[in-house]
Every structure is written in structure tokens, then in C-alpha cells.
């Protein structure tokens, strides 16, 4: 199972999130990926899992989604078991100070605890909106 987390540098304010959510929803189930997607006040950070090549090719398209601006991968890896079984993309806003500075921490980072951080941050502040059928 890889493991991909990127981080967006796009203004909320010009993206439909319900719109990303639905296509995230089909999309992902139908290729069998999972994650979770952050929302704070200067872009997202998103964690997607999956097969190797539904990973890749899921950030193929959405690197080239002009949607986004400076895109660029935190960290890959991989592991046997899924971070987010249950969810075809969870999605979470956050903006608390706290919280802003564990997103800085994951975006800086280039160590193996930044999946540790992401799963902390995302377990402490959860919308359930597209959870698996
Ligand atoms: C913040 C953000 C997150 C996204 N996450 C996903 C995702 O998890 N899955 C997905 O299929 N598309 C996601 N997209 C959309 C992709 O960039 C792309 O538009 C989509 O995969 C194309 O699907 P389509 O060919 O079915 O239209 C995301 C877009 C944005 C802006």
C-alpha cells in the first residue's frame, strides 16, 4: 500500500470544496484509494492511499489541476495497512493556533514522523462527510 502526502498552496476561496469532495468520493472508491484532506487558511495538505499506480495517477491529475498552486509532495512510503480504511477522503478545516503549527511542522518536515503529526492533526479535529459506504 503507498502513502502519499502533498501539500497546496490554492485559496480556499476560489475552490468548491463540495464539488472536490463528490469527485474525491466517486473517484477514490471506484479506484480503491482512501486519505484525508486538511483545509487551513493558506491551502490543504492531503494524505492519499491506495495501489501504487491508482496513487500516482491520482496525483498526476491532481497536480495538474489548476485548481492548485505550488504543489509539491511532503513525504511517500509505504506500508501494509491503510492510515484511513473508512474513509473515501475525510476532510477536516482547521485554525486553531495549535493546529497551525503541527500543519508547519508537516510541511517542513522531512522525517518519518510527519505521518505520525498528519494522523494526530486529523484525529483530534474530524468531519465526517464521506465516510465508506
Ligand atoms: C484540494 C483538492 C483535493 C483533491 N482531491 C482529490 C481526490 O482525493 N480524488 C480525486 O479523484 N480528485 C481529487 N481532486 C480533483 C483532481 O485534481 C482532479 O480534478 C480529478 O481527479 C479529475 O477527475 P475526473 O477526471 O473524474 O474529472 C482534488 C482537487 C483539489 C483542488
Same mark, same amino acid.
Given at each position: 500500500m503507498k502513502h502519499l502526502i502533498y501539500r497546496s498552496e490554492s485559496e480556499m476561496a476560489r475552490i468548491s470544496l463540495a464539488d472536490i469532495l463528490l469527485t474525491s468520493r466517486v473517484n477514490n472508491n471506484k479506484f480503491g484509494i482512501t486519505g484525508f484532506l486538511v483545509a487551513h487558511s493558506r491551502g490543504f495538505i492531503q494524505l492519499i492511499e491506495g495501489e501504487e499506480t491508482a496513487v500516482n495517477q491520482l496525483y498526476q491529475n491532481i497536480s495538474q489541476?489548476?485548481?492548485?498552486? #505550488?504543489v509539491a509532495i511532503i513525504t511517500t512510503g509505504h506500508s501494509?495497512?491503510?492510515?484511513?480504511? #473508512?474513509?473515501d477522503m475525510g476532510y477536516a478545516y482547521i485554525s486553531s493556533q495549535h493546529q497551525l503549527m503541527q500543519i508547519n511542522a508537516i510541511s517542513d518536515a522531512n522525517n518519518a514522523s510527519v505521518i505520525k503529526t498528519f494522523t494526530q492533526l486529523v484525529t483530534s479535529e474530524v468531519t465526517p462527510l464521506t465516510r465508506h459506504g
Amino acid at each position: 500500500m503507498k502513502h502519499l502526502i502533498y501539500r497546496s498552496e490554492s485559496e480556499m476561496a476560489r475552490i468548491s470544496l463540495a464539488d472536490i469532495l463528490l469527485t474525491s468520493r466517486v473517484n477514490n472508491n471506484k479506484f480503491g484509494i482512501t486519505g484525508f484532506l486538511v483545509a487551513h487558511s493558506r491551502g490543504f495538505i492531503q494524505l492519499i492511499e491506495g495501489e501504487e499506480t491508482a496513487v500516482n495517477q491520482l496525483y498526476q491529475n491532481i497536480s495538474q489541476d489548476l485548481r492548485h498552486a #505550488n504543489v509539491a509532495i511532503i513525504t511517500t512510503g509505504h506500508s501494509k495497512q491503510r492510515y484511513f480504511p #473508512n474513509w473515501d477522503m475525510g476532510y477536516a478545516y482547521i485554525s486553531s493556533q495549535h493546529q497551525l503549527m503541527q500543519i508547519n511542522a508537516i510541511s517542513d518536515a522531512n522525517n518519518a514522523s510527519v505521518i505520525k503529526t498528519f494522523t494526530q492533526l486529523v484525529t483530534s479535529e474530524v468531519t465526517p462527510l464521506t465516510r465508506h459506504g
